[in-house]
Structures are given as structure tokens and as C-alpha cells.
């Protein structure tokens, strides 16, 4: 790649990286990635963690500086923000219909407005989810923690198949 590299193409570059813990979510469908600037020192990449203290986050660094290495480009600065937090509402359409394509129950909108003082005595509870393999909504919750700390794991009363679901956060 030459220096007339333009910033929609650092962020086609950057958006192409997969989520190591979800490969067929890009970090842009999963709404991590959130600026792609270009300047006379190069390329500064910006994503906001899921969570503070993901595992994933330099997996996902080298995954970006190969990407940009790849296309030639080796002045790439990768960093990561925690303010303001990322939520699942950052999560493309796109991406969430990858993930219930690929056998994960997509989290669905908050409830509670990000702006909104949390309100201890509201209780949100998940009853039922529909199974993502065979539809049926005779699911229930196995466990709040799945494969990750991000999804909880379910099970579908009817086909018998476990599955993960995205948790909103």
C-alpha cells in the first residue's frame, strides 16, 4: 500500500480483523472498533475492550498490526479506550445476525437507558430465549457464565442442543 492510503481504507483494514473469541464477528460488527485516523506519523487505530481486562484485547492488537503489515503499512499505533464503555447497543445489525447464524443468541437492546442512574430495585430476568439451532422458545439458562464472561449458556428444552447467549450489557 502506498502513502495515498486513505483513512477509509486504514478503516476497511482495521474493520477486516475478526474477534479471536467470536471469528465471525468482525471487531467492527462487534463495535469495538471506533476511530481510524491518519496523520504525517501514520495509522492510530482505536477500540474500546468489551470489558476492562478482556483477554482478547492483544490478541486483537496483533491481529490489527498484521492486518496493516500485510497491506504494507507498519506505522500503526493500536490503542485502547475504556471511556466511554463499550455496550452490546454498539453491536452492528450485521454482527448480530452472524451470531445467530452461527448458533449464539444475540443480546437484545438494554432496557434501562446508559444515561439512567441504575435502579437497585429493578430485577431484569431473562426468562426465555429462542434456540438459535431449532427455534423452539423451551429454553433455560444453565449457567450466567458461558464460553466467555460476555455470554451466559443456555439449553433448548426441545432439541437438547446448549447454546451461548450474548448477554446485554
Known sequence: MTAATTTRTA???AASVLDPEVPVLTIEDLGILRTVEEDDDGVRVTITPTYSG???????????LTAFHDAGRDD?????????AWTTDWMSEAGKR???????VPPRPRE???????????????LTLRCPQCGSPDTRELSRFGSTACKSLWVCNACREPFDHFKAI
Do not use: N, T
Open 76 to 84: 500503526v499505533r493500536v490503542d485502547f479506550v475504556l471511556a466511554p
Open 112 to 126: 434501562q437507558p446508559r444515561d439512567e442512574p441504575p435502579d437497585p430495585r429493578r430485577v431484569l430476568l431473562q
Open 11 to 13: 478503516w476497511e483494514i
Open 54 to 64: 478482556c483477554p482478547a484485547m492483544d490478541s486483537i492488537r496483533d491481529d490489527v
Open 98 to 104: 452472524k451470531l445467530r447464524a452461527y448458533g449464539i
